[in-house]
């Protein structure tokens, strides 16, 4: 892959985009048989999102650019692929595009624009101040990941049915976000993190009680919106079911075993996204 696309991370662009049209199609509840006026918002607000993570993981290469010496070598600032003076350059043109882009769609619908601004705001504090509080900034994260869902059922005009899959976005990635602590607990520079301030015992125990929550919550659907006798509510059951338990197995050795457990993690989040994607035909 080219040290460009490493550098914003480019699987985690593709699954920002497709997270914020999920999120729109769920809110609209039509599948994917909406106007094409709906569709064209959609993949702008997709893309805005896309633009602005591709940002922020740029930013956050520059500003953990020592600690990445020690915990990922091979990142392309380290290496030398891409120079500082060029990922400075990038950061800003993403930042700048992911909000050029969202213009049309703020004016539209223009919560949008409420949440781009709140969400770009928390991501440079998070970059400049909260990365370095820990677990408050495991927190930030994964707000961010969830109001991903709200972004796109904002575009669509119906965020308020996307509250619980971003709250269970939210405790899935808090979860992983404390796994990784506790893997780079040796070569974080400057950061308090959970892990080390508390130890991997307290770490752990945060992990899986932000899983067992996410489980809980995707039950809610259920409850709220999908009728579980139907087509929808059982294939929902059956891929929700695989998540939850594939993010069982993401915390189950903790705190051994901490690249797998968070591979898991990656794994349980793919499939509760094809969960999430389903109840877009409800």
């Known amino acids: 892959m080219h040290p460009a696309l490493r550098l914003v991370r480019a699987g985690n662009l593709g699954v920002s985009f497709v997270g914020t049209l999920v999120g729109g199609l769920v ?13 064209l918002l959609l993949v702008m607000a997709g893309l805005s999102t896309a633009l602005v993570t591709g940002g922020g993981n740029v930013l956050n290469d520059l500003l953990d650019l020592e600690g990445d010496r020690t915990n990922h070598p091979d990142r392309p600032l380290v290496t030398g692929e891409v120079s500082v003076g060029g990922a400075r ?10 909000v050029v882009v969202a213009v049309p769609v703020a004016v539209e619908e223009p ?12 991501l440079l504090a998070y970059e400049f101040r909260f990365k370095k509080a820990g677990f408050a900034g495991n927190l930030v994260v994964a707000f961010l990941t969830g109001v991903v869902f709200l972004y796109g059922g904002a575009a669509a005009g119906n965020a308020v049915v996307l509250l619980p899959f971003a709250a269970m976005a939210f405790l899935a990635t808090l979860s992983r976000e404390v796994i990784k602590d506790m893997e780079d607990v040796a070569g974080d520079v400057g950061r308090t993190t959970l892990p080390k301030r508390y130890g991997l015992g307290t770490a752990t125990a945060s992990a899986r009680g932000a899983v067992a929550g996410g489980v809980v919550l995707s039950l809610v659907p259920l409850a709220w919106f999908v009728n579980l006798a139907s087509g929808v509510g059982i294939i929902y059951i059956v891929l929700v079911g695989a998540a939850d338990t594939i993010f069982g197995m ?11 457990e968070q591979t898991m993690s990656k794994v349980a989040m793919t499939v509760a996204l094809f969960a999430f994607l389903v109840v877009a035909f409800r």
């Open 89 to 98: 350059g990038l950061a800003v043109a993403l930042f700048v595009l992911g």
């Open 27 to 39: 809110a609209r509840g039509a599948g994917i048989s909406v106007p094409v006026s709906l569709w």
């Open 111 to 122: 919560l949008v624009g409420v949440i781009l601004v709140v969400a770009v705001a928390l």
């Open 250 to 260: 993401s915390v189950w050795h903790l705190p051994d075993r901490l690249h797998y």
